[in-house]
């Protein structure tokens, strides 16, 4: 089973765990801009990747422009985020926004995994920053005893960069493949 792994990342977190999926399944690797000079004929699973901002998938369009020319493989998304992916209700967040941009088809063709990335204060770009110190003047607002952990962590590390990528969150997603591979049906000759 040939495997590409494709991504868009704007502030290294994405692209991160790309070249860690890549290395431990020994696939091709390409960044998102790349997309339509790839032959998607040579790979049975295609794997992107791509940061969470303010619940959209930095370049999901992408995913969804080639899905007509992939939709019989296996295909994975997986998203980098800065909230925690163990937090139900932070992954309902992020699904809802993806899957009201999906067909129905994409939604039962394409398996998602979330991860959790980081955030490097100081590489922020004038939105994401407003966009940051809004949601920090929101969480303060809040009575302590209403306060999330990661409530609580957001106000503690504000303005600094905090980097929780971890390359064992990736077994669950290698994981699946693997599993798709067992269960392939055996090519006849």
């Known amino acids: 089973m040939k ?17 860690w999926l890549s290395e431990k399944l020994n696939a091709d690797l390409f960044e998102a801009a790349e997309i339509r000079s790839l032959d998607f004929s040579e790979y ?5 990747g791509g940061g969470v901002y ?3 998938i930095n370049g999901l369009k992408n995913l969804k422009e080639i ?9 994975v998304l997986f998203t ?15 699904r809802l926004h993806i899957y009201r941009d ?3 088809e994409m939604k039962e063709r394409i398996k998602v995994f979330h991860l959790r990335g980081g955030i490097d204060y100081s590489k ?28 609580s962590e957001m106000l503690e590390t504000y ?27 055996p090519e006849h000759v």
């Open 3 to 19: 495997t590409v792994v494709i991504y868009k990342s704007r502030y290294g977190y994405t692209e991160k765990y790309a070249k």
């Open 54 to 56: 303010a619940g959209g």
């Open 67 to 75: 899905f007509g020319e992939i939709s019989e493989k296996n295909i």
């Open 80 to 94: 980098v985020g800065l909230a925690d992916p163990l937090v139900e209700s932070n992954t309902d967040g992020i």
């Open 102 to 104: 999906f067909s129905q």
């Open 159 to 185: 303005g600094e960069q905090v980097d929780f990528t971890y390359i064992g969150s990736l077994e669950p997603l290698v994981s699946y493949l693997k599993d798709l591979k067992l269960n392939k049906e």
């Open 124 to 151: 922020l770009g004038l939105i994401h920053k407003s966009m940051m110190m809004m949601l920090k003047k929101s969480v303060e607002k809040k009575p302590e005893n209403d306060r999330t952990q990661e409530d």
């Open 44 to 48: 049975d699973t295609v794997i992107y």
